[in-house]
Nanobody
Framework: VQLVESGGGSVQAGGSLRLSCAASRYSSYCMGWLRQVPGKEREGVAGISSGGVAKYADSVKGRFTISKDNEKATLYLQMNDLKTEDSGMYYC????????????????????WGRGTQVTVS
């Protein structure tokens, strides 16, 4: 499966961005967004199961929303009230199978990755 992210950029603290991930294959996949900053491991931000159940890291709950458009085979991450600590490279990830109602969030849960899109909050 191929994943292509877009929508990153620079924004001031308190602002919003929406990331998109176009997938070449989509159905029956768990998908997620993970981010990485230099010197740190990639960490899960939000995940969504094939059945549409979402899961979030504590640090983004109430501010970020993960969603998907099955017709467009596109995953989204709406990020509101951005903070400087949200800065990083954001990666779209996918893994076939998994529970219909069980979202994944761990770095090791995904086998397919996009190249990432940079988010900078100042």
């Amino acid at each position: 499966v191929q994943l292509v992210e877009s929508g990153g950029g620079s924004v001031q603290a308190g602002g919003s961005l929406r990331l998109s991930c176009a997938a070449s294959r989509y159905s029956s996949y768990c998908m997620g967004w993970l981010r990485q900053v230099p010197g740190k491991e990639r960490e899960g931000v939000a995940g969504i199961s094939s059945g549409g159940v979402a899961k979030y890291a504590d640090s983004v709950k109430g501010r970020f929303t993960i969603s998907k458009d099955n017709e467009k085979a596109t995953l989204y991450l709406q990020m509101n009230d951005l903070k400087t600590e949200d800065s990083g490279m954001y990666y779209c990830a996918a893994q076939p199978g998994g529970g219909y109602y069980e979202p994944r969030l761990g770095r090791g849960d995904f086998g397919y990755w996009g190249r990432g899109t940079q988010v900078t909050v100042s």
